[in-house]
């Protein structure tokens, strides 16, 4: 699905990744932690392609990423749901029609996915929150409307980067049962997380690989869960 080879990236002229390896399966879940810095956003982002890396190879359901063209890099985004740690939604639409955004961008026939559409609301427990406009939203409600935007197009991969940094303790718990629950559907998933406590809660819900960047190198960080 996602292969890491020998990579490395670097920003501003100093390398922030180095001689990093890895291999996504289907159905894995990962935390990918570090800290503040250490480069797990752009970790994320060359795990779907939003970066090219420096050195090294990073293939994405078969494809190396130098070789895509921009229609090759979004048909592979449909098949990577993102959510960002700062979620940004389109005010003057609704709730509702920020998360079906993405159907509308690859020409889907919106009408005919309201059925799914509501059902998906509905899971993320905003059914009644639909009408509103995301100004509206707490913060625990933006996430989950994140994640729904970002599972919409129901993708093989969920990438999370900090999807709990701005949120309570239950509301973080919250998010992490949609994203175990994804995992279980078969949904390989990996969230990016300072939260120690956040993942010593995943430990009775979901098996689990810990990673952890140091020193611009990824490392397992102990046991897995």
Known sequence: MIELDNLAYSYGGGELLSDISLRLTPGSFHFLTGPSGAGKTTFL???YGALIPTAGQAVLFGQDVREMTRDDVATIRRRIGVVHQDCQFLDHLTVAENI??????????????QQNLGEL???CGLTHRAGALPPELSGGERQRAALARAVIMSP???????????????????????LVELNRMGKTVMIATHDL?????AKSRVQARVLRIAKRRLQLAGADL
């Not at 969920?158 to 998010?175: F, K, Y």
């Open 45 to 47: 982002k060359l795990c």
């Open 121 to 123: 609301i509905a899971w």
């Open 156 to 178: 093989e991969v969920i990438l999370a980067d900090e999807p709990t940094g701005n949120v309570d303790w239950e509301m973080s718990q919250r998010l992490l049962a949609l």
């Open 100 to 113: 079906a955004l993405p159907l509308m961008v690859s020409g889907h026939d919106v009408e005919a996915e």
């Open 197 to 201: 406590g956040l993942i010593r809660a």
